[in-house]
């Protein structure tokens, strides 16, 4: 069994209602029979019966609750949620019924704050702001949360690295260039979804293009100074750095690199300095290593509601689901 399909039996021994709001795309559709199909998760869809009928066309989401977003008969108490949880903005009611009615990511996130549904999952074609906006205005943080980011999960085949092949990286979607304070808090909510994923201790690489004082620049000082912050607000973290990737991952140059660290040549969570760079890699190991990518997967949200990217595929839908049931398990 494949990693991803332990995640997939994971989600389905306690089956959690996952709302997707993209009835737009036809890769929604393919995604949601795959879902219903397997038993990963019960499935709320919102869109007209024009778009079902359109993009749902050849695929069986018979197993799906549809949500009418101009004709729900919960419409109402949806629109007063919104209107409280705005009021200090001023919000009307008919303000509340036209965002809704066009944007469905906000109905999405509604029917979750509501209770009716236990995660989210967007961005095959919107944008991460998109998707992230309204959670933020209507689920928000979760308690205690310092910053909310985005990591994606990495199955890289015949990968001798990391948890045979399967790493976190972050921030791959969200920080465009977090201090030291915002990366040590992602190196500490990374290692934390790494762990609920795996069950496997994580083991944290602070990356760079230096290794241990190798290279001089603010750049570096800043990875420094959040890997001190890393080990002092999580004292019981294995993580360390500032590590080059190669330092991160090979045993052998690791110990030349880093001679004592027991994170250096077995990284399995990588906290990347700055989006740029989270991003690029990600993608970079996506496309040549063929790897799958599951994200972006949002850390520090009350409720989970996650991203995609805009180029996946179906299966990449499918996957992020289950992680979505899963965080909603360990809610």
């Keep these: ?9 994971r989600a389905k021994s306690d089956k959690k209602t996952i709302v997707l709001p993209e009835s737009m795309d036809k890769r929604t559709f393919e995604a949601a029979e795959k879902i219903l199909k397997e038993g990963i998760a019960n499935l709320i869809i919102i869109g007209t019966p024009e778009q079902i009928a359109e993009n749902g066309k050849g695929f069986d989401i018979s197993g799906a609750t549809i949500v009418d977003p101009f004709n729900d008969p919960n419409k109402q108490k949806y629109i007063d949620l919104f209107v409280e949880l705005r009021k200090s903005k001023g919000l009307t009611a008919e303000e509340a019924k036209t965002t809704i009615e066009t944007d469905y990511m906000y109905y999405a996130c509604l029917i979750c704050k509501a209770g009716d549904a236990d995660g989210a999952v967007s961005g095959a074609c919107h944008s991460t702001a998109n998707t992230i ?24 085949p015949d990968c001798e690295y990391g948890e045979d092949g399967i790493f976190v990286f972050s921030d791959c979607g969200l920080n465009q260039n977090p201090t030291a304070e915002e990366l040590a808090a992602i190196a500490g909510s990374s290692a934390a979804s790494f762990k609920m994923l795996t069950g496997k201790e994580p083991k944290v690489a602070m990356l760079s293009y230096s290794s241990m004082g190798s290279a001089k620049h603010d750049d570096v000082t800043k990875v420094q100074e959040a890997t001190k912050i890393a080990k002092e607000n999580y004292p019981d973290l294995l993580v360390d750095g500032e590590l080059q990737l190669d330092a991160a991952l090979v045993p052998s140059v690791g110990s030349s690199k880093a001679p004592g660290s027991a994170v250096a040549g077995h990284a399995n969570t990588l906290i990347f300095p700055n989006l740029d760079a989270g991003n690029i890699g990600y993608k970079l190991v996506q496309r040549l290593a063929k790897a799958d990518a599951y994200g972006p997967v949002l850390q520090g949200i009350a409720m989970p509601v996650n991203d995609l990217s805009r180029g996946c595929f179906s299966d990449d839908i499918v996957g992020v689901v289950a992680i979505t049931a899963l965080q909603a398990q360990n809610k």
């Design 1 to 9: 069994m494949g990693f991803i399909d332990t995640i997939k039996a």
């Design 133 to 156: 906006r309204p959670c933020l205005q209507l689920i928000k943080t979760k308690p205690g949360t310092k910053l909310v980011s985005a990591f994606f999960l990495m199955q890289v």
